[in-house]
């Protein structure tokens, strides 16, 4: 069963950074041929896209409110990927999704992800 685990959430204060992981594992998923995604679910509104990789990690994109400030990359070789948020902002508390693509490719739908973890807390104090 394919399994993506989400790590490094926590309560910053506003301006703060915080790097969030999603390590894919299960029998036969390798997140090495998939384009990764990082979404967003904050209380009582839809969830939302963040970021995306695609599968050789050689082009990124992002939400228009995180770009500047938050990064996704990721590690084949770890079946890993990362969202590195700087700048954090009260707005941005939500709970983080890691997913994973149809393909190889960049998908900034939620349609596009088959594979999602059950997310990690950030909590942005003013």
């Known amino acids: 069963q394919a399994q993506l685990v989400e790590s490094g959430g926590g309560l910053v204060q506003a301006g703060g950074s915080l790097r969030l992981s999603c390590a894919a594992s299960?029998?036969?998923?390798?997140?090495?041929?998939?384009?990764m995604g990082w979404f967003r679910q904050a209380p009582g509104k839809e969830r939302e896209f963040v970021a995306a990789?695609?599968?050789?990690?050689?082009?990124?994109y992002y939400a228009a409110s995180m770009k500047g400030r938050f990064t996704i990359s990721r590690e084949n070789a770890k079946n890993t990927v990362y969202l590195q948020m700087n700048s954090l902002k009260p707005e941005d508390t939500a709970v983080y999704y890691c997913?994973?693509?149809?393909?190889?490719?960049?998908?900034?739908?939620?349609?596009?992800?088959?594979?999602w973890g059950q997310g990690t807390q950030v909590t942005v104090s003013s």
């Open positions: 299960g029998r036969a998923f390798s997140s090495y041929a998939m384009g």
């Open positions: 990789i695609n599968w050789i990690g050689s082009s990124t």
């Open positions: 997913a994973a693509g149809r393909g190889v490719y960049i998908y900034s739908s939620s349609s596009e992800y088959n594979h």
